[in-house]
């Protein structure tokens, strides 16, 4: 019910033409209405018992990666919440009251940055919160723009401003080392006191990063140039680290795909020896596995960890299945 519901607003909110794009971003726009709104537990003992004098830092992270990276750092040194539940869609996320008021009652807010937390500008104003600290976790890195696709688009759709760059960088896990590096330092300011536990938490995330790293390095070198398709421009700093290449961002259209759409897409497919055509997790889109038996490109799942469970070593769990996706497609 959940899955159809993603599948058909997503459907509903791409361009209704499919084409070859240089779109650097997502139209994706899945917003379930999802009105669990995590409570902070320090909100809800004030409530009850009106003294109890808060011990640790309250972090609000905006959506999933940032809030596995955070909370990995973090563990029970500091209380961390997220404002955009799994399962809803970050790219055109509105803010709720209650995404306000979590901010105004945080120590630390903590966001990916490059531009994908769009919502987040006003709602931090709305909250006057003058004390909140901001991490921002892409300090540092060089955003990437137009490297994928490589295929021009017939018509260019400019719905986004990509003067940011492309904000997927939790996809690659060079990157995220520096990401958890920066939410480290960041926490570390914001509360000295608990210093060691941020160094030693951020030491051990970074050492499995580093083994994720290695193992993608590892398999991916027996399949150089492996050439995929996505609808969702998530991963080209994942295609640039691994010499993956991402040649094209499908966009999904509405109802039917023309034979010409088809066509000019069998020729890129043909063009630059595709190997493979990838959907994501929760979405079963017709459209997209008719396209699949078109190209005779088998359909696989990609997961961009916009959403997934919240648990930080969910972020390993779901980049080593991207890795068996990948090798088998690049195969
Ligand atoms: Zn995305």
Known sequence: MRKASITRNRILSLVAVLMLSVTVGCNQSNKLEDTSVEKSPQLQEAASTPVAQPTKIKVVTTFLPIYLFTKAVAGDAAEVEILVSPGTEVHEYQATPDNVKAIATADVLVKNGLGIEEFLADTIKNAQNSKLKQIDASTGIKPLNEISPVEKAAKTETDH???????????????????????????????????????????????????????????????????????????????????????????????????????????????????????????????????SQDLKLTLRTLDSLETGEKEPQYYFKAMKANLQTLETACR
């Open 161 to 291: 401003d990509h003067a940011e760059g492309n904000p997927h960088v939790w996809l690659d896990p060079v990157l995220v080392k520096q990401q958890v590096t920066n939410i480290r330092d960041g926490l570390i300011a914001a509360d000295p006191a608990n210093k060691a536990k941020y160094e030693a938490n951020a030491s051990a995330y970074i050492q499995e990063l580093e083994n994720l790293n290695t193992e993608f390095q590892q398999t991916l070198q027996k399949t150089p140039n492996c050439t995929f398709i996505t609808f969702h421009d998530a991963y080209p700093y994942l295609a640039q680290r691994y010499n993956l290449k991402q040649v094209a961002v499908v966009q999904i259209p509405e109802d039917q795909l023309s034979p010409t759409d088809v066509q000019n897409t069998i020729k890129t497919v043909k063009k630059y020896n595709v190997k493979a055509l990838f959907s994501e997790p929760g979405v079963d889109n017709k459209l997209l596995t008719s396209l």
